[in-house]
């Protein structure tokens, strides 16, 4: 399985941009980077994922490096709603959709 | 539309006893997955059952075993629970996919091994 290396905690202010940074030196050419967000007492659910270029939806933004060794999950606006631990998560190569989840990024919000 | 249901949402069993776990798949889906999230913890792969087999399986003993009905609901059972089992166990449902998508997660059932 690829790995991910993410920062184990950061904290950001209400209404302003978070950037949360994911690398995965060792990901192939047809993986996709997917991120997925875990509330306090929900299951996991799902942010956005991308392969080459950069993606937005309604949730955040994925910019992902011209060599694909890392990319950065942004939220544009903060919201207390959005305090969660985020990860990015490398695909299984074997099309299962097993989801390998590492440690994450606890993201705290400050008011 | 009701996402993926789970039950029940909390147990506690005994060393030794064996439990089951049921998951109800978002509407439309046909692959149930099975994680397991130990406190502090990111969810760990179990297995993933599509058309009521087991299709891929993750790093754990054959304590814990499957089933899929072919309403696509899922059922996770663990025999002999050891305390080490005590953890939220998540069922995501997907449609089989050919390499990008999202998994839909419920909220889990806390289990308890004292």
């Known amino acids: 399985d690829a790995k991910t290396t993410q920062p184990n905690s950061m904290e950001s202010n209400e209404e302003e941009p978070v950037h949360l940074p994911c690398n995965h030196s060792?990901?192939?050419?047809?993986?996709?980077i997917h991120w997925y967000r875990q509330l306090p007492s929900q299951g996991p659910e799902y942010v956005i994922h991308?392969?080459?270029s950069n993606v937005n939806n309604r949730m955040a933004s994925l910019a992902i490096a011209e060599d694909r060794k890392s990319s950065t999950l942004i939220l544009h606006r903060a919201t207390l709603r959005d305090a969660a631990v985020y990860y990015c998560?490398?695909?299984?190569?074997?099309?299962?959709?097993?989801?390998?989840f590492g440690q994450g990024t606890r993201l705290t919000i400050n008011p | 539309d009701a996402g993926v249901t789970q039950s029940p949402t909390h147990l506690i069993k005994t060393r030794g006893q064996q439990v089951t776990l049921r998951c109800s798949p978002k509407?439309?889906?046909?692959?149930v997955s099975w994680y397991q999230q130990a406190l502090g913890q990111g969810p760990q792969f179990i297995f993933q059952?599509?058309?009521?087999?087991?299709?891929q399986r993750g790093n754990f003993p054959d304590r814990f075993s499957g089933h899929q009905f072919p309403n696509y609901s899922s059922e996770l059972n663990v025999n002999a629970l050891l305390l080490g089992d005590s953890a939220l166990y998540l069922c995501?449902?997907?449609?089989?996919?050919?390499?990008?998508?999202?998994?839909?997660f419920g909220e889990g059932s806390r289990l308890t091994v004292l």
């Open positions: 998560i490398p695909p299984d190569l074997q099309g299962a959709q097993k989801l390998v």
């Open positions: 059952y599509y058309e009521e087999e087991e299709r």
């Open positions: 991308g392969l080459t």
């Open positions: 995501a449902s997907s449609f089989v996919w050919p390499g990008a998508g999202e998994l839909f």
């Open positions: 060792t990901i192939s050419g047809t993986d996709y």
């Open positions: 509407s439309g889906h046909d692959t």
